[in-house]
């Protein structure tokens, strides 16, 4: 049977096929103002550079804020079951999921087989996901995937004390306007985001082994931060950016 997850993000489009249980591959792309072009547009590159026809896929499961978008799937399911399903695939043996997406964060706890137990969401603010990255790192005149790098180089993370993305934004110009180090001012912002994902992820619970998924799970930087602040230490999967598709996958084959 080949199942095929779709995630649709805030921010990019994501597709994984997989073959009676194993995973053939993902692709990531930009979702924009077309949703139904994003998902489109990655799956076919997907299944072009798999050799396979949009016909084979036996089943279809879509996931994410756009997860209605998609009419010929079999099911959507929510991003926090596929993000923990997608966990458990990959790495069976964790038990706590964090997932920094564009628009919101989660704290998962699952069992030995994957099913979510509890979990907190913040979807009310900007602050602690991608999208404040993003605001961040236009601020500051920098590529965001070179925040993870610079932020290591740091002496001393500079002081971001606001949780609104706007009024942090106002504290990084003023830095700016001091003559702060860029280092500093990216380890700040990585420290704050820390600090807010830490004090969700206590509230529910997570405990260790510990895997970070989402796009910003690619931002050492960040992991680092929410590494000391949590005091334990997070795994991260080549496939952390298409854990939602991949969990949808891995579910397609019951629906």
Known sequence: MITLGIDIGSITT????MKDGTLLGARVGFTGYNIEKAWR????ELLDE???EFSATDRIVSTGYGRASVGVAHKSITEITCHAAGA????????????????????????ENGRVKDFVMNDKCAAGTGRFLEVMARALQVDLEEFGDISLMAEKPGKISSVCTVFAESEVISHISHGESRENIIAGIHESIAMRIAAMANRVGVRSPLMMT???????GVVKALEKKLGM??????HAQVMGAIGAA??????
Not at 250 to 255: H, M, N, Q, R, S
Request: proline share 2%; with cysteine.
């Open 214 to 220: 989402g796009g910003v799970a690619r931002n050492i």
């Open 14 to 17: 994501k597709a994984a096929l």
């Open 250 to 255: 891995v579910l397609a084959k019951d629906v």
């Open 88 to 111: 458990h695939f990959c790495a069976p043996h964790i038990r706590s999921i964090i997932d920094i997406g564009g628009q919101d964060s989660k704290s998962i706890v699952i069992d």
């Open 50 to 52: 798999l050799g396979l």
């Open 233 to 238: 230490a997070i795994e991260v999967s080549e």
């Open 41 to 44: 547009h990655v799956t076919d």
